[in-house]
């Protein structure tokens, strides 16, 4: 069976070795669209061979979109679709090796996903496993690039793997804080092109309050320390940016 890897990126320079450096030696060919990147991201892609081919476009806010291109071009049996700043670890590398040869099997699988935050990886506060669809046999995925938060959707049945995805999208704290804005601004424009509403008490008060509560307490973030609280506090207080970034949009 030929295996696809498919990445959409923008300015990856700094991550883009996670995602290649553990799959780009095991797949059998690496479809990477590139939004637009003004840094070394190409360069760097190209660096890995030619099983590498990159497609240039531009970086739509729905990022999804570039993903959805990504997995068109690819020629394989099956598609693992990584982010850049994703890593795949020795044991699920043999995990989807195995996998891709049974052809009588589920067409896509949930694979478990550990997600690296101020130094460590958290393994409370409901965030593992963060479960996503990565591996998928070809033309049964798509994206249906209506939000930023959406899964890939399966014509099939989906399966699950046991060994861990490891996310490294916030080594620090700048890092988080970009990517935590750059969210916050797509929810708030997206509500506000659906003409949804947020209410005050809501977005100020039962939100934030429920998310802490629940990351914290219930899913036990407390036992991951620092991070975990860190991660549960911005978790909980970014109701109040969405809030405060629609009033801003409908008063502009």
Not at 105 to 134: C, E, Q, S
Not at 183 to 193: C, I, Q, R, S, V
């Amino acid at each position: 069976m030929k295996l696809s890897l498919c990445l959409a990126v923008y300015n990856e320079e700094k991550f883009l070795h996670y995602a290649l450096d553990s799959a780009a030696e095991w797949c059998d060919e690496i479809i990477i669209v590139d939004g637009g990147s003004d840094d070394a991201t190409v360069k760097i892609a190209k660096s890995y061979g030619k099983k590498v081919r990159v497609i240039e476009t531009d970086n739509p806010i729905i990022f999804h979109k570039n993903k959805q291109k990504a997995i068109e071009a690819a020629t394989g049996d099956w598609i693992l679709q990584l982010d850049a700043d994703e890593a795949v670890s020795k044991e699920l590398k043999d995990e989807i090796l195995k996998r891709v040869q049974d052809d009588n099997g589920p067409v896509a699988f949930w694979i478990p996903r550990k997600n690296y935050f101020l130094g460590k990886f958290l393994t409370k506060g409901g965030v593992y496993p963060d479960k996503t669809i990565r591996l998928y046999k070809n033309g049964v995925a798509h994206f249906p690039c209506k939000t930023v938060h959406e899964n890939v959707e399966i014509n099939g049945p989906v399966g699950s793997l046991k060994n861990d995805l490891l996310h490294y999208a916030d080594p620090d704290f700048d890092r988080y804080l970009v990517r935590w804005n750059r969210y916050t601004t797509l929810d708030a424009e997206l509500m506000a092109k659906n003409g949804e509403k947020a209410g005050f008490f809501s977005y100020f008060i039962a939100k934030p309050l429920t998310t802490f509560f629940l990351m914290y307490f219930r899913h036990k973030g407390i036992l991951d320390g620092y991070p975990g609280f860190v991660f549960a506090l911005f978790s909980a207080i970014r109701h109040w940016v969405i809030y405060i970034k629609l009033r801003a949009k409908r008063t502009a």
